[in-house]
């Protein structure tokens, strides 16, 4: 961690002490150490590298940025402040610096596994899988063979459709480790993707005998065997959210133009102009439609199956109760006539099967309540229910409508529109608004 010259080092024991308290959270005494390594010496850029870390503990973001670009303008070529720089960029959404300060961190210390290891998660951040892909090939010329850097690679590659090349790289970690779970799971996914559904049924099995049970793995193999499971398993959907939950906001609101949460906050705000309402958010994710309510003079609930997400929802300070459980349980589980509104955006498209939810949003709303949710569109001349290409489930609108009238909903009002955009093209879907009858 040295910036200077291992025999002369009077802060040296300062800077691992403020380290590992940082770690601990232990950070006014942080604080303290670090004074006493600025005293001895002023001007070193690792005690204002420490300080960054520090202040991002303590939530002082600004006092982060400030701290770290100190760090970097005493030692412009010093590849641990950059990196640290680079890394907070990406943890702030920040991406285009980010990237191009790894960069630069990547071709000072090319051979540093420990800044490899950094720049690909800033990549992953970043969504730039080329990136990321370029360097876990610099990784492998490194450590060649080294598992984690092809495992990432090859999910990197099927990711960018890369599909022979994942391949390649999955069999080569299954013929030396037939039992690599990881490994077996992401050539079962390189397969379905491929198109290729019946290859992956061997691999399932195999799955299955290593950890009979297993919710993920079942749903991969009805998958493999050709048939639509009705919904997602809780873990797969945890797992995903957990990895994207620091990334969500800047991902779907600037990147996929995600306007959902706006819409339907000002559709509940014209009819409760006062707020004074209590709303149950399914599915609220980092609590985008809390954002667009604000505070409401009543109760504003999310869930989730995420934890991570849930963290970040809570950050806005608008919601007054969460719960970290599957909407389906939620929805089963809650009293009848409690709320006024209930929403679930861009929620069913990865839990699918609406038999059992739609009736039991009808019955937890209050009198004249108002059930918001959105689909994507499955053709009207399919099935009721379709499992795409993407891992995201289709509905069809009809269907999806005679499901709310037949719970009972007087008044049932679909609107087709343009949910996100993904590389730039429009994701088609519909929002419903089911309307409870009064008393």
């Known amino acids: 961690m040295s910036a200077t010259a291992p025999h002369a080092d009077p802060i040296r024991q300062y800077l691992e002490t403020a380290r590992t308290q940082i770690a601990k959270g232990e950070l006014r005494q942080a604080a303290e150490t670090l004074n006493k390594a600025q005293k001895k010496s002023p001007n070193d850029a690792r005690v204002f590298m420490l300080a960054g870390l520090?202040?991002?503990?303590?939530?002082?973001?600004?006092?982060?940025?400030?701290?770290?670009?100190?760090?970097?303008?005493?030692?412009?070529?010093?590849?641990?402040?950059?990196?640290?720089?680079?890394?907070?960029?990406?943890?702030?959404?920040?991406?285009q610096e980010a990237v191009e300060t790894a960069e630069k961190v990547a071709k000072l210390e090319p051979k540093n596994l420990l800044v490899l290891a950094g720049v690909v998660d800033i990549a992953h951040r970043a969504g730039h899988a080329e990136m990321a892909v370029r360097h876990l090939r610099r990784g492998l010329e490194l450590v060649p063979g080294d598992v984690q850097l092809r495992r990432l690679l090859a999910a990197d590659l099927e990711g960018l459709g890369q599909h022979a090349e994942a391949l390649d790289v999955w069999n080569g970690l299954i013929a030396q480790d037939p039992k690599d779970q990881q490994a077996l799971l992401g050539r079962v996914k390189t397969l379905l993707a491929a198109g290729k559904p019946t290859q992956a049924v061997a691999d399932t099995t195999t799955l299955l005998e290593l950890a009979p049970g297993d919710s993920v793995y079942a749903y991969y193999s009805a998958l493999a065997h050709g048939v639509t499971p009705p919904h997602?398993?809780?873990?797969?959907?945890?797992?995903?959210?957990?990895?994207?939950?620091?990334?969500?906001?800047?991902?779907?609101?600037?990147?996929?133009?995600?306007?959902?949460?706006?819409?339907?906050?000002?559709?509940?705000?014209?009819?409760?102009?006062?707020?004074?309402?209590?709303?149950?958010?399914?599915?609220?994710?980092?609590?985008?439609?809390?954002?667009?309510?604000?505070r409401i003079d009543g109760f504003l609930i999310g869930v989730d199956v995420s934890t991570k997400m849930i963290e970040q929802a809570h950050?806005?300070?608008?919601?007054?109760?969460?719960?970290?459980?599957?909407?389906?349980?939620?929805?089963?589980?809650?009293?009848?006539?409690?709320?006024?509104?209930?929403?679930a955006l861009d929620v069913?498209?990865?839990?699918?099967?609406?038999?059992?939810?739609?009736?039991?949003a009808h019955r937890i709303l209050l009198p004249a309540g108002d059930f918001y949710f959105s689909c994507e569109a499955a053709p009207e001349e399919g099935t009721d229910l379709v499992l795409q290409s993407n891992g995201r489930y289709a509905h069809k609108r009809s269907h999806v409508q005679a499901l709310c009238r037949q719970a009972g909903f007087e008044s049932v009002e679909i609107e087709d529109l343009t949910l996100r955009y993904e590389g730039g093209e429009p994701v088609q879907g519909f929002l419903v608004k089911a309307r409870k009858a009064a008393a």
């Open 348 to 360: 069913f498209i990865y839990t699918g099967e609406l038999g059992e939810t739609i009736p039991n």
């Open 232 to 294: 997602q398993p809780v873990e797969l959907n945890r797992h995903l959210f957990d990895g994207l939950a620091e990334v969500y906001d800047q991902h779907t609101v600037r990147g996929l133009r995600y306007q959902l949460p706006k819409i339907v906050a000002d559709k509940i705000l014209a009819r409760y102009p006062d707020k004074h309402l209590n709303v149950l958010d399914l599915g609220c994710g980092t609590g985008l439609l809390g954002v667009c309510l604000g």
């Open 315 to 343: 950050r806005h300070r608008v919601y007054d109760r969460f719960h970290t459980v599957n909407l389906l349980d939620a929805l089963r589980e809650t009293p009848d006539d409690i709320y006024e509104v209930i929403t």
């Open 54 to 95: 520090m202040a991002e503990k303590a939530g002082n973001v600004k006092g982060a940025f400030e701290a770290l670009r100190k760090s970097v303008a005493l030692a412009p070529t010093w590849g641990p402040g950059l990196l640290e720089l680079a890394l907070l960029l990406a943890r702030q959404n920040q991406f």
